[in-house]
């Protein structure tokens, strides 16, 4: 789950992280004011997609006139970056922050490292970059320090990070304090990655976060109730929040077969096979070991709103999962549903998958069935085609 | 012979009264009545579920009843706990099926089981099965067959694919080994391909993988330098867009990690014989064997 900037900031600040005053924004109402009170600020649009100030969604104002100008610029845009998609994301927050005098930008960021199963803490002086285009032309300028999760981040991991920073004195103290806590703050809250570009020092020799990106385990949201709270919505694929509040792992792509599998590994696999047979796939959807009648049916719904959909392959391996029931499902959804004008391929394998396979013959529905994934692809892919 | 679950296991259900753990203690215990000898559900012992004696404690499973292997059905907030119950309990085996445990409690986990004699597989998946003798977790035993492969998977419906078509190829399994979705697991693909390797009856091995890390990688560099036998390899997920977690918390492309396409060639480079799709595996298998 990702959260605003904004958020972010409160965050760090909770965790005594410096970081600049802040004020939220949803109209041009009291922007003139606080950016008066500023002197000279940022406007920044509240969009969890990445790559704002390229896109234009964050701009500098010397001025308060400035300021109300980018304010009313930013507001309302449809923001796109490389994260977003062409018709990119609508803003509707911005936050205005002071326009500090910057001297040098560092990175700051901690993840888990899957290879090592600890948690690495990544520091570079490149800060203020796009941390992936410095991993790939100078990787030499990136630290990563390794913390032992049952030993915790000491205050020599500290006092590494800010080495790697190229710190002395007071700021390395600063920094290396600002690094323990932020771990602090990674395993308190469930983070699976914790991003600060850039901490900067300024002209006046003062230290700040000014910008963060975080995420959390989904798997532990659970027991982060304050973190729930900040989840916002509207920056989420309307399907997939709907999706989730029937527990379905659905997740939007671009193309135009829709498809329904039950297990991750052979959703993803369908995928892949919608593709290699010429297809586009419209989405990822797992329905689980549960696949009863009713989450068949609201599956079914999460697909046939994407106006891109042509077509709907179902594969099914009956493992717990019984394939007469599935049936059911399919059957008993396109029913409730009405007509469906698609081309629909249904492929059941395993249990009971013959008993399942008879109830689709006997029904009225308009359908193809396959024996294999390789078939079921190529026939959908074909169907859509038409 | 087989690997992991052989003659000698004697499994306690960790979480056997709740639905899930009921349920598949009922599917185990058709497949081999003998196998399941206990359950543990703490502030629940002294009960009997269908004829297996419940107990509070791993430890007192241990006890009474000489269980050496232990498969965890408990919801995710209680599953790390269950694992580290059964490792100071030092069974030699736990198989977690819990999907959707924290990250950080699977971090700690494996941190605390660093010096331990047990080896963890999961969590989130299907378990292990060696067709004949015993069954430990929820994969459909019918389409299991007595044979000479063996397979390796993070995902379990894939896995099913597979056992299907190698049964129907008439090659059939030693043993099956969903080492789960996540991306701190137990036991990576590296870990089952060695024991594969020891044991005289596998005479080949089918190693199902996805996008994100690199632990398929691992795996087929040590069997480029070290396995002589057929090996059979595919992936899933190559079409998935980077940055998006694919139902599984460890199917995503990160930073650093090959993409689908480049873990393909990695794997076919080191002499697997890759399949486009699934539907294939069987037949590929098969080629090795005319």
Same mark, same amino acid.
Request: aromatic residues 6%.
């Given at each position: 789950?990702?959260?605003? %900037?904004?958020?972010?900031?409160? #965050?760090?600040?909770?965790?005594?992280?410096?970081?600049?005053?802040?004020?939220?924004? +949803?109209?041009?109402?009291?922007?003139?004011?606080?950016?008066?009170?500023?002197?000279?600020?940022?406007?920044?649009?509240?969009?969890?997609?990445?790559?704002?100030?390229?896109?234009?969604?964050?701009?500098?104002?010397?001025?308060?006139?400035?300021?109300?100008?980018?304010?009313?610029?930013?507001?309302?845009?449809?923001?796109?970056?490389?994260?977003?998609?062409?018709? &990119?994301?609508?803003?509707?927050?911005?936050?205005?922050?002071?326009?500090?005098?910057?001297?040098?930008?560092?990175?700051?960021?901690?993840?888990?490292?899957?290879?090592?199963?600890?948690?690495?803490?990544?520091?570079?002086?490149? $800060?203020?970059?796009?941390?992936?285009?410095?991993?790939?032309?100078?990787?030499?300028?990136? /630290?990563?320090?390794?913390?032992?999760?049952?030993?915790?981040?000491?205050?020599?991991? &500290?006092?590494?990070? /800010?080495?790697?920073?190229?710190?002395?004195?007071?700021?390395?103290?600063?920094?290396?304090?600002?690094?323990?806590?932020?771990?602090?703050?990674?395993?308190?809250?469930?983070?699976?990655?914790?991003?600060?570009? *850039?901490?900067?020092?300024?002209?006046?020799?003062?230290?700040?976060?000014?910008?963060?990106?975080?995420?959390?385990?989904?798997?532990?949201?659970?027991?982060?109730?304050?973190?729930?709270?900040?989840?916002?919505?509207?920056?989420?694929?309307? #399907?997939?929040?709907?999706?989730?509040?029937?527990?379905?792992?659905?997740?939007?792509?671009?193309?135009?077969?829709?498809?329904?599998?039950?297990?991750?590994?052979?959703?993803?696999?369908?995928?892949?096979?919608?593709?290699?047979?010429?297809?586009?796939?419209?989405?990822?959807?797992?329905?689980?070991?549960?696949?009863?009648?009713?989450?068949?049916?609201?599956?079914?719904?999460?697909?046939?709103?994407?106006?891109?959909?042509?077509?709907?392959?179902?594969?099914?391996?009956?493992?717990?999962?019984?394939?007469? #029931?599935?049936?059911?499902?399919?059957?008993?959804?396109?029913?409730?549903?009405?007509?469906?004008?698609?081309?629909?391929?249904?492929?059941?394998?395993?249990?009971?998958?013959?008993?399942?396979?008879?109830?689709?013959?006997?029904?009225?529905?308009?359908?193809?069935?396959?024996?294999?994934?390789?078939? /079921?692809?190529?026939?959908?892919?074909?169907?859509?085609?038409? | 012979?087989?690997?992991?679950?052989?003659?000698?296991?004697?499994?306690?259900?960790?979480?056997?009264?709740?639905?899930?753990?009921?349920?598949?203690?009922?599917?185990?215990?058709?497949?081999?009545?003998?196998?399941?000898?206990?359950?543990?559900?703490?502030?629940?012992?002294?009960?009997? #579920?269908?004829?297996?004696?419940?107990?509070?404690?791993? /430890?007192?499973?241990?006890?009474?009843?000489?269980?050496?292997?232990?498969?965890?059905?408990?919801?995710?907030?209680?599953?790390?706990?269950?694992?580290?119950?059964?490792?100071?309990?030092?069974?030699?085996?736990?198989?977690?099926?819990?999907?959707?445990?924290?990250?950080?409690?699977?971090?700690?986990?494996?941190?605390?089981?660093?010096?331990?004699?047990?080896?963890?597989?999961?969590?989130?998946?299907?378990?292990?099965?060696?067709?004949?003798?015993?069954?430990?977790?929820?994969?459909?035993?019918?389409?299991?067959?007595?044979?000479?492969?063996?397979?390796?998977?993070?995902? &379990?419906?894939?896995?099913?694919?597979?056992?299907?078509?190698?049964?129907?190829?008439?090659? $059939?399994?030693?043993?099956?080994?969903?080492? $789960?979705?996540? *991306?701190?697991?137990?036991?990576?693909?590296?870990?089952?391909?060695?024991?594969?390797?020891?044991?005289?009856?596998?005479?080949?091995?089918?190693?199902?993988?996805?996008?994100?890390?690199?632990?398929?990688?691992?795996?087929?560099?040590?069997?480029? +330098?070290?396995?002589?036998?057929?090996?059979?390899?595919?992936?899933?997920?190559?079409?998935?867009?980077?940055?998006?977690?694919? $139902?599984?918390?460890?199917?995503?492309?990160?930073?650093?990690?090959?993409?689908?396409?480049?873990?393909?060639?990695?794997? %076919?480079?080191?002499?697997?014989?890759?399949?486009?799709?699934?539907?294939?595996?069987?037949?590929?298998?098969?080629?090795?064997?005319?």
């Amino acid at each position: 789950m990702l959260i605003h %900037e904004y958020q972010a900031r409160d #965050l760090f600040a909770q965790y005594n992280i410096p970081v600049t005053e802040r004020k939220v924004f +949803e109209s041009i109402e009291g922007v003139k004011e606080y950016a008066t009170e500023l002197g000279q600020c940022v406007v920044k649009a509240q969009v969890h997609a990445g790559g704002r100030g390229k896109g234009g969604g964050v701009k500098f104002a010397p001025t308060p006139e400035k300021a109300v100008e980018h304010a009313n610029n930013i507001l309302g845009m449809d923001l796109v970056t490389h994260q977003t998609g062409p018709e &990119g994301c609508h803003v509707s927050t911005i936050i205005l922050v002071p326009g500090l005098d910057i001297a040098k930008e560092y990175y700051l960021a901690i993840t888990i490292d899957r290879a090592t199963q600890c948690p690495y803490i990544i520091a570079s002086t490149e $800060g203020g970059m796009d941390i992936e285009e410095v991993a790939e032309s100078t990787p030499e300028k990136i /630290a990563k320090i390794k913390v032992d999760p049952s030993a915790g981040c000491w205050p020599y991991i &500290g006092r590494k990070v /800010a080495e790697a920073l190229e710190l002395e004195g007071k700021n390395a103290r600063i920094v290396a304090g600002i690094a323990q806590n932020l771990y602090k703050m990674f395993i308190e809250k469930d983070c699976s990655i914790v991003e600060v570009n *850039p901490l900067v020092v300024t002209e006046q020799d003062e230290v700040y976060a000014i910008d963060g990106k975080v995420n959390f385990d989904s798997n532990a949201l659970y027991r982060q109730k304050d973190i729930v709270a900040l989840r916002d919505e509207k920056e989420e694929e309307p #399907l997939e929040v709907e999706a989730s509040k029937h527990d379905l792992a659905y997740i939007k792509l671009d193309g135009n077969v829709a498809c329904m599998v039950n297990g991750a590994g052979l959703a993803m696999a369908t995928m892949d096979m919608i593709q290699i047979s010429g297809g586009s796939p419209a989405n990822f959807l797992d329905v689980g070991g549960t696949a009863t009648p009713a989450r068949v049916e609201e599956a079914f719904r999460i697909l046939l709103k994407d106006p891109k959909v042509e077509g709907i392959l179902i594969n099914v391996f009956g493992g717990i999962v019984r394939c007469d #029931l599935v049936a059911e499902g399919v059957i008993t959804a396109v029913k409730n549903i009405g007509n469906i004008d698609l081309p629909i391929v249904i492929r059941l394998s395993g249990t009971n998958s013959t008993e399942g396979k008879a109830l689709l013959a006997e029904s009225d529905l308009t359908f193809e069935t396959a024996d294999s994934l390789n078939e /079921a692809a190529a026939k959908i892919v074909a169907a859509v085609k038409k | 012979m087989a690997i992991l679950v052989t003659e000698k296991t004697r499994v306690v259900v960790q979480g056997i009264t709740g639905s899930q753990g009921a349920f598949h203690t009922g599917l185990m215990k058709e497949y081999s009545s003998d196998f399941v000898v206990a359950g543990v559900t703490p502030g629940k012992g002294g009960q009997e #579920l269908d004829g297996t004696p419940v107990y509070n404690s791993v /430890a007192e499973a241990v006890r009474e009843q000489q269980v050496n292997t232990s498969v965890i059905f408990v919801p995710p907030p209680f599953a790390a706990d269950a694992i580290l119950e059964a490792v100071d309990a030092e069974l030699d085996l736990v198989i977690c099926i819990t999907e959707g445990i924290p990250v950080l409690d699977m971090m700690k986990v494996k941190h605390a089981m660093k010096d331990s004699k047990t080896r963890l597989i999961g969590p989130n998946c299907p378990g292990v099965i060696t067709p004949g003798i015993g069954k430990i977790g929820i994969m459909p035993a019918n389409i299991h067959s007595t044979g000479k492969i063996g397979i390796i998977s993070r995902s &379990g419906t894939l896995t099913y694919e597979a056992v299907d078509q190698i049964t129907k190829a008439g090659l $059939g399994q030693t043993t099956c080994v969903g080492i $789960g979705g996540d *991306p701190i697991n137990g036991t990576q693909h590296l870990d089952v391909v060695k024991m594969f390797a020891e044991d005289p009856a596998t005479e080949g091995i089918v190693l199902i993988g996805e996008i994100g890390g690199d632990a398929e990688e691992q795996a087929a560099l040590w069997i480029k +330098e070290n396995y002589k036998k057929p090996v059979v390899g595919f992936i899933a997920g190559l079409t998935a867009p980077p940055g998006k977690r694919m $139902g599984h918390a460890g199917a995503i492309v990160g930073g650093g990690d090959r993409t689908g396409q480049e873990k393909v060639a990695y794997l %076919e480079d080191c002499g697997i014989k890759m399949v486009q799709s699934p539907s294939d595996i069987g037949e590929a298998m098969l080629t090795f064997f005319n």
